[in-house]
């Protein structure tokens, strides 16, 4: 049986009602809401009578699908810097200064050679990676699917 959004955020979910935190789903995650990205949120109402704990149940029930760790725009990025030495890279990895916040992505390539790439503030991109881990291509989807 497959993992439903309820299953997956069911400890989150139970958080924000002990707390009195209404839900919202933002980019496909359940966060508590602001009221303030009502457009952006997956629970919005789209018609008159709707109210957002409708829409919540029904989201509750649909099949959990994990967000991928880069979006478009990152992937793209990433495919063009490592194009040259695809073959040869190791891992990529996000480092984050917990005293700055800045942040940035090493890109390991075989015979000890690293590639950094420039500076950004934590939390304006690649978000979904976790600090100090490295992945492999295959696990950022930078690694080409073979046609059946």
């Not at 704990?53 to 990025?77: A, F, H, I, S, V």
């Not at 992945?135 to 059946?148: M, N």
Request: hydrophobic fraction near 35%; include cysteine.
């Amino acid at each position: 049986m497959k993992e439903t959004n309820f299953g997956h955020y069911q400890y989150d979910l139970r958080y924000l009602a002990n707390n009195n935190i209404s839900p919202a789903v933002l980019d496909g995650e359940m966060r508590p809401c602001h009221f303030s990205e009502c457009e952006r949120c997956a629970l919005k109402n789209i018609a008159p009578g709707n109210k957002c704990y409708t829409k919540l149940l029904l989201w509750l029930m649909e099949e959990y699908k994990p967000l991928p760790l880069l979006d478009n725009r990152e992937k793209r990025y990433l495919k063009a810097v490592i194009r040259p030495f695809k073959s040869r890279v190791i891992s990529i990895t996000k480092y984050v200064d917990e005293e700055t916040k800045d942040a940035f992505i090493r890109i390991s390539i075989r015979d000890d050679t690293a590639i950094l790439l420039p500076v950004f503030k934590a939390g304006d991109m690649y978000k979904r990676m976790t600090a100090r881990k490295e992945y492999s291509l295959k696990e950022l989807g930078l690694e080409a699917v073979p046609k059946e």
